[in-house]
């Protein structure tokens, strides 16, 4: 499997998993390495299985804004 038709096949995959825009989601790279290599059928290396269960540092993660709602008068 080539490349882009991984990319396509893990698209496909997320978007009939009801993931919304797929192509917009935040993901690390070990994370879609790990999907490629099970697409691919390829064993997943030591250094990414690793970091696919690890926790993520909080320093990493972004706030999400809170909405601003104004007051109905």
Do not use: H, S, Y
Not at 1 to 16: P, T, V
């Amino acid at each position: 499997m080539m490349i882009n038709d991984a990319m396509r096949a893990l698209i496909a995959e997320m978007a009939a998993g009801d993931v919304p825009d797929p192509l917009g989601q935040p993901c690390t790279l070990a994370l879609v390495w790990a999907d490629l290599c099970r697409l691919t059928a390829e064993p997943l290396p030591p250094e990414v299985a690793g970091l696919i269960d690890a926790p993520i540092p909080l320093r990493r993660l972004r706030p999400v804004p809170k909405p601003r709602f104004k007051p109905a008068r």
